[in-house]
């Protein structure tokens, strides 16, 4: 009966030893996979992977694509609350900019000005939610700056766009891009040294060179 109680506590205890072994294996084999490195915004190879899996890539953009990823890696190296920098993109038209930006690794609140409701959202009219306090809380795309209509009030001309970004430079909390087909002498003629000046404080600039790039279907 000794023996055989030998030999029985024998195999337990090698019974035991396997099932230590494989629980052992199973908790590595269950441990998390390394988590995913964040993306950082000021890492060309990390901007450039992120485009390219949303399309934009170097044979998309052509000659702009290095150009763009930078000034957006510059843009967001400004982390202070009180120096937030976006872009304000130049180029011709059909090059790409509105794409670049809706490719961004980025969220924004898109306004797109060439809509004729726009610049009464932008006044607080018109039954919109937004209210100009809530656009100033994050981060705002102006596309194709220069393409609204000027507000005519009594005889009295009103540039909203202009205003919203004046705005914007006092109460912003997020980051301003801006896409426009005009150059810098335009935009300082159409909205005056009072706007520019603020735009230089609240964007990076960059030129898009390319033609455009809408084809016939």
Same mark, same amino acid.
């Given at each position: 009966m000794q023996a055989i109680g030998s030999a $029985?506590?024998?195999?337990?205890?090698? &019974? &035991?030893?396997d099932l230590s072994r494989s629980q052992g294996t199973s908790e590595q084999e269950q441990t998390p996979k390394e988590q995913k490195r964040p993306l950082s915004y000021e890492s060309f190879e990390d901007v450039a992977g992120y485009l390219s899996k949303r399309g934009w890539t170097e044979a998309v953009a052509g000659e702009d694509y290095f150009t763009c990823i930078k000034?957006?890696?510059?843009?967001?190296?400004?982390?202070? #609350?009180?120096?937030?920098?976006? $872009?304000?993109? *130049?180029?011709?038209?059909?090059? !790409?900019? *509105?794409?670049?930006?809706?490719?961004? #690794?980025?969220?924004?609140?898109?306004?797109? &000005? *060439?809509? #004729?409701? *726009?610049?009464?959202?932008?006044?607080g009219q018109g039954g919109y939610a937004s209210s100009i306090s809530e656009m100033c809380e994050g981060?705002? $795309? $102006?596309?194709? &700056?220069?393409?609204?209509?000027?507000?005519?009030?009594?005889?009295?001309?009103?540039?909203?766009? !202009?205003?919203?970004?004046?705005?914007?430079h006092t109460r912003g909390k997020g980051r301003l891009f801006i896409t426009t087909n005009l150059t810098g002498e335009q935009l300082l003629d159409r909205y005056g040294g009072r706007v520019v000046d603020r735009l230089k404080q609240m964007c990076v600039p960059v030129r898009m060179t390319g033609t455009s790039k809408r084809k016939w279907l």
């Open positions: $029985l506590d024998s195999a337990m205890g090698s &019974l &035991l030893q000034a957006f890696n510059r843009a967001m190296s400004f982390k202070s #609350p009180q120096r937030r920098m976006g $872009l304000i993109i *130049t180029g011709a038209y059909g090059c !790409g900019k *509105t794409m670049f930006c809706d490719n961004l #690794p980025i969220r924004f609140q898109k306004i797109d &000005l *060439t809509i #004729p409701e *726009t610049v009464e959202w932008i006044d981060n705002i $795309l $102006l596309d194709d &700056l220069g393409a609204e209509n000027i507000k005519n009030e009594y005889g009295v001309k009103r540039d909203i766009a !202009g205003e919203f970004i004046c705005r914007y």
